[in-house]
């Protein structure tokens, strides 16, 4: 999966159109500069072989240089990466804790007020932009209310108190429209599974209905549940480009952005490598966590 | 998802046989969220097609001693910073979302259903290689892998257009694919083989009239999530350039005036909102309308 991700990358840069080394340089370049870019680009070379020695590069952590910034692309990404990772994981337990408490509440209590009003909430949030969510926070909590700070980063081991009320609303608006696809997906397995044999024996073998629920519907109610987690991941990212960009953190996603509107394909092009990279390794957990929700897919 | 009656109703509760078009119908009317979907669907495209005659003001043209103004009878919801009425920048913005939903949508559609079709039919290698194709535009998250397109072809509506029908291009061809699969080997169509029709015929004459009823649902869904993912481009400053009026792009000209106008980014936001939330609701409607399960009953 690693290797695909690598190749749509690469082909991002092959389909600029025309000529990337002038779309880099401007009109106003001279031949000779533009043959010295090309060549420090490899773009001389035939594809297969710029893909080689792209990918040669990257293995050894070199990422080529950002022509707008001049700086390693590597270095910038590396400087930008933890706090990314630290806020998109956050989010992710946030996210899949709350989702699956309020999907399996709003299957138990079905057709009751709350099942109702989760169900509301769950078809409202997945249409509301996250940007948007980002926006009507600071509007009313940093600059109404006063309560919260409404921008910035400051890493938890300089100032663990700043550093919390400043991902408040970061952390609010990425999550509120991933809960929302959560709680929909685990409901409706719920239902699924609390419908099946197994939990009617449970039942009629006098268990309790808490172990009934919890210990025989919810175990497997979760399988396709943790499918969704490596996806929520996926969507989290999405999610954390934007909230960087309106709440101003340097993040990954931030440098991608201002990358993209300056126009450094590099960075883009090694930006989309490691977002995608981190998406698959995370699937590949998901993938082992299958192996421990439910036996039956134990691999060997 | 959204609680249907079909659903409440314990299963074999009613057994009369209706007709198929007649339980459609009857499952998609029953409910007020999905027809309220409805409503506001066709109120979005008859906005979009009459807007300039029912929009007060020129989109466009800046007036700047009426800059900044909070709402009133004049303004129903006040004016941006270049003196342009909001409402009339959201009823132009609605003709952008109608087009983007529509465009991407079929272009999405038309070329992911192909290439499923294609590979499902077909099989063997023509379906791996198309099929890790997909797998590969779909390792990324579909909102980076958009950007990174638009941001490559470079800036112009059209291109935006191609980038998101790349990202929801996969869906379809994933979901074709499988439908074929399954769909290919009932005895019509090996009928239709022995009869001697053609590849062509075969495709487009028994299989697509059967797989197309549960890809039409991600249609509709998808029509909200383009609209979204359209705005959220524009929002980024990638998508369709200024001074066009789109939702996205006025909710990020406004962020800048938060403290004087919180309308400005509030308004285009709840459209935005209103919009997909109709385009889910209906999705969710016509899943419950036509989910086999249920064929035959209620």
């Known amino acids: 999966m ?20 002038i779309q880099i340089l401007g009109a106003k370049a001279t031949p000779a500069q533009q043959e010295i870019l090309r060549h420090e680009l490899g773009l001389d070379k035939p594809v297969i072989m710029q893909y080689l020695n792209w990918i040669g590069g990257i293995a050894h952590g070199d990422f080529g240089k950002s022509i707008i910034y001049h700086e390693d692309v590597g270095r910038l990404l590396r ?33 009751s007020l709350i099942d109702s009003f989760i169900s509301l909430f769950a078809n409202t949030a997945v249409a509301i932009p996250t940007f948007w969510l980002g926006i009507v926070g600071i509007y009313v909590f940093g600059l109404k209310l006063g309560w919260l700070p409404i921008e910035g980063w ?17 952390l609010f608006a990425m999550t509120i429209p991933n809960i929302a696809v959560i709680v929909r997906q685990t409901r409706s397995s719920m239902l699924e599974t609390i419908r099946q044999d197994y939990v009617r024996t449970a039942k009629s073998k006098g268990l309790r209905q808490r172990i009934v629920l919890y210990k025989h519907a919810l175990r497997n109610a ?27 953190i340097p993040g ?9 509107l300056d126009k450094d394909y590099l960075i883009v092009q090694a930006g989309v490598l490691v977002i995608g990279t981190a998406v698959c390794l995370a699937n590949l957990l998901v993938d082992i966590a299958y192996g421990w929700i439910d036996p039956r897919i134990r691999y060997k | 998802m959204v609680e249907t009656s079909a659903t409440r109703k314990p299963a074999g509760a009613s057994q009369a046989y209706i007709s198929e078009s007649r339980r459609f119908l009857r499952v998609m009317f029953s409910r007020w969220l999905v027809v309220f979907g409805m409503v506001i669907i066709i109120l979005l495209i008859l906005v979009a097609i009459f807007a300039p005659w029912i929009s007060p003001y020129d989109p466009y043209k800046v007036n700047l001693p009426e800059s900044m103004q909070q709402p009133s009878w004049n303004h129903l919801f006040g004016t941006d910073e270049m003196g342009r009425d909001v409402l009339t920048r959201i ?70 257009f191609i980038a998101l029908a790349v990202g929801f291009m996969p869906t379809y061809c994933r979901l074709m694919c499988g439908e074929v699969l399954s769909t290919k080997e009932n005895d019509y169509i090996m009928a239709a083989n022995v009869l001697g029709s053609s590849h062509l015929r075969i495709m487009f004459r028994h299989l697509v009239p059967n797989v197309f009823p549960p890809l039409f649902v991600n249609v509709t869904l998808d029509l909200g999530f383009a609209i979204l993912a359209e705005a959220s481009l524009s ?49 969710d409607g016509l899943r419950d309308a036509l989910d086999p399960r249920l064929r035959g009953r209620i």
């Not at chain 2, 779909?138 to 397109?149: H, Q, T, Y």
Request: charged share 10%; proline share 5%; glycine share 10%.
């Open chain 2, 91 to 160: 009823i132009y913005g609605s003709r952008i979302a109608v087009l983007v939903g529509f465009v991407v949508v079929t272009l999405a559609g038309a070329v992911g259903m192909l290439l499923g079709l294609l590979a499902g039919y077909f099989g063997g290698w023509t379906e791996t290689i198309i099929m890790r194709f997909m797998d590969a535009l779909m390792s990324l998250p579909p909102l980076i892998l958009m950007l990174a397109i638009a941001v490559m072809l470079g800036a112009g509506m059209s291109k935006v």
């Open chain 1, 154 to 170: 400051t890493s938890p081991f300089t100032d663990f108190v700043k550093s919390i009320r400043q991902m408040i609303m970061p």
């Open chain 2, 235 to 283: 929002f980024l400053g990638i998508g369709i350039n200024p001074p066009t009026a789109t939702w996205g792009a006025m909710i990020n000209g406004g962020q800048h005036y938060l403290l004087t106008n919180p309308l400005l980014s509030i308004i285009p936001g709840m459209a935005i909102i209103l919009v997909v939330l109709a385009f889910n609701l209906v999705g």
């Open chain 1, 2 to 21: 690693i290797f695909l991700v690598t190749i749509i990358s690469f082909l991002l840069l092959q389909i600029v159109p025309g000529d990337p080394v």
């Open chain 1, 222 to 248: 979760l399988i396709p549940v943790v499918t969704l987690v490596g996806m929520a991941l996926a969507f989290l990212l999405a999610g954390e480009v934007l909230v960087e960009t309106v709440f101003n």
């Open chain 1, 252 to 260: 990954i996603g931030r440098l991608l952005i201002r990358a993209a």
């Open chain 1, 79 to 111: 400087d930008r990466f933890p706090i990314t990772a630290y806020l998109s994981i956050l989010a992710l337990i946030i996210s899949t804790s709350l989702g699956i408490f309020a999907g399996v509440i709003s299957a138990v209590k079905r057709g």
